[in-house]
């Protein structure tokens, strides 16, 4: 039986590999990360990590 | 393959997500976290959801619902929290903004009413099954629910969260008046709420406590009403059961053996401690009934379940009833075989027992017999349930009890 894949690991993965990519355009001068933009994302990213983790129990 | 339908029995609104998970046999939090995912990306996965909502025909509740509990719930609060707040913050980003006097009281405010809310209605836990069929039936009817270890953490916990939420939204009423410098005048409305309540409350206080007096008199008469019917039909079922058996049998081995099982039985019943060889799940419990009174009386008992569920109080209080109904069908059904036919699905438990004897008219019982009207109706009554006594289609006698709601 073919397992599927885990969600929770999943999620998390993506929500960082979206941070680790936004820190590295912020590194690289391709975009100016100020707060106002960083903080809605790493909330969204928690958000996102503790609902697939939530729903996935 | 099957047609897409709402699954409401594993759904937490309208099931449309679980629906299609099940249609298409992947995991429901996947489809979940989608909709979560459309909604924070400008509110589609609401729509879509009500569209799914409108379109899709619901499938048939099978079970009981499943809404995330204990940490799961909490997660899912939080993270949802975040989600929103993700949502304000990149609003406020891009200067779409309401005001603050409305945003961060309305957050607070939405906050404390979900952490008040999941502090009232905390799940209650449910009682532990005792493992005793009939006996626990029996036991006299415990006002408090039975303590648990883990029950006074979690009274606990529900109210320090109730708490924390009333305080959430103290705080948004503060914050809003602040904001919208109206804190001078809400203070003058508050002080003369709170004489016109102390007024009041000196008027009517005699009254009020009076009331509250008389409800918890009422309550208390009631609960030691259900306490002396359910020893009384605990006495008839053993006791005066097993004088009667005493008194017809002519064999001093029999009866001394009759003693002590019956000593035993009222020992464990009096210490709230289970009796030896109890069941502690439906099925087996029917069975070992029917195996008792076959013994008491010789009569063969047939039993028949389909499906099982563990014993709760009502559930015993059901097995209780059956093997009274036993017991009268195998006493006053002339010696034929008794037939005991149990249904227990998620919904309801529906126990019918039957016999071909000559059959009774339950209301030309006298008032002083204790088997139909309180061992058997009253029993099922104060658990929830129904009996119903009958004449079956072959003749005799037939008793359906049926307790029902989710288990």
Same mark, same amino acid.
């Given at each position: 039986? *073919?397992?599927g894949?885990?969600i929770?690991?999943l999620?998390?993965g993506l929500a960082?590999?979206?941070?680790g990519g936004?820190?590295?355009l912020?590194?690289l001068?391709l ?7 960083f903080a809605p994302v790493?909330?969204a ?5 503790l609902?697939?983790?939530g729903? =996935? *129990? | 393959m099957?047609?897409l339908?709402?699954?409401?029995s594993?759904?937490?609104?309208g099931g449309?997500?679980a629906?299609?998970?099940r249609r298409? #046999?992947?995991d ?8 979560v995912?459309?909604?924070?990306a400008? @509110?589609a996965?609401?729509v ?10 619901? &499938?048939?509740a099978?079970?009981?619902r499943?809404l995330?509990?204990?940490? @799961? ?5 939080f993270g ?5 707040l993700s949502?304000?913050l990149t609003f ?5 903004w309401?005001?603050?006097a409305i945003v ?11 952490l008040?809310?999941?502090?009232? =209605?905390?799940?209650r ?5 005792t493992?005793v069929?009939g006996?626990g039936a029996?036991r006299p $009817?415990e006002?408090?629910p039975a303590?648990v270890?883990?029950?006074p953490?979690r009274?606990v916990g529900?109210?320090?969260?109730? &708490? $924390?939420g009333?305080?959430?939204?103290i705080a948004a009423?503060?914050a809003?008046l602040?904001?919208t410098?109206?804190?001078n ?7 003369a709420?709170i004489?016109?309540v102390?007024?009041l409350?000196?008027?009517f206080a /005699?009254?009020v ?12 008469e ?6 002396r019917a359910?020893?009384a039909?605990h006495?008839?079922?053993? $006791?005066?059961?097993?004088l009667?058996l005493v008194q ?5 081995q029999?009866v001394?053996?009759?003693a002590r099982?019956?000593e035993?039985?009222l *020992?464990?019943w009096l210490?709230?401690? /289970? ?7 439906l099925?087996?419990?029917l069975?070992a009934?029917?195996?008792?009174v076959?013994?008491?009386?010789g009569v063969?008992v047939?039993?028949?379940?389909? @499906? ?5 109080p009502a559930v015993?209080a059901?097995v209780a ?8 069908a195998?006493k006053?059904?002339? #010696?034929?075989? $008794?037939?005991?036919?149990a249904?227990c699905t998620?919904?309801?438990?529906r126990v019918?027992v ?10 030309a019982?006298?008032?002083d017999?204790r &088997? ?10 104060r658990?929830?349930? *129904?009996?119903r006594?009958? &004449?079956?289609?072959?003749?005799g006698t037939e ?6 709601g989710e288990?």
């Open positions: 039986m *073919r397992a894949p885990d929770r690991a999620v998390a960082v590999l979206a941070l936004m820190l590295l912020d590194a001068d975009i100016d990360l100020t707060f106002a933009v790493a909330c990213a928690a958000g996102a990590i609902v697939a983790n729903l =996935s *129990r | 099957s047609t339908r709402r699954d409401r594993h759904g937490w609104l449309v997500c629906g299609i998970a298409y #046999g992947i429901p939090a996947l489809v979940r976290l989608a909709f995912i459309a909604t924070a400008g @509110g996965g609401i879509l959801y009500l569209l799914g909502w409108l379109v899709i025909p619901a &499938g048939e099978t079970g009981r499943r995330p509990t204990g940490r @799961g719930a909490v997660e899912v609060a949802t929290g975040l989600l929103l949502i304000l406020r980003a891009l200067g779409i309401f005001s603050d961060w009281p309305l957050v607070l405010i939405v906050s404390g009413a979900a008040i809310w999941r502090g009232s =209605s905390a799940v836990p449910e009682p532990a099954p493992g069929p006996a029996n $009817v006002p408090i303590a270890p883990d029950e953490r009274t529900a109210v320090s969260r109730t &708490g $924390v009333i305080a959430l939204v009423g503060f809003f602040q904001a410098h109206a804190l005048a809400a203070r003058d409305v508050g002080l709420l004489a016109a102390v007024v409350g000196v008027i /005699p009254w406590l009076r009331l509250v007096r008389s409800l918890t008199e009422e309550r208390s009631r609960i030691r009403s259900q306490e359910e020893v039909a006495l008839h079922d053993s $006791v005066l059961q097993t009667a017809r049998s002519d064999d001093p029999q001394a053996a009759l099982r019956q035993r039985e *020992r464990a210490a709230g401690r /289970p009796a030896l060889g109890q069941a502690a799940r099925a087996p419990a069975e009934a029917a195996a008792d076959e013994d008491n009386h063969p047939e039993v028949v379940v389909v @499906g099982d569920r563990e014993l709760d015993e059901v009833a059956a093997r009274e109904a036993m017991t009268n195998a006053f059904g002339g #010696g034929s075989t $008794v037939d005991v036919y249904e998620p919904d309801a438990l019918f039957r016999d071909r004897g000559p059959g009774f008219d339950p209301a019982v006298p008032a017999r &088997g139909v009207r309180e061992s058997i109706v009253g029993r099922m009554e658990h929830g349930g *129904r009996a006594i009958s &004449g079956a289609p072959a003749g008793v359906e009890l049926v307790l029902e288990r």
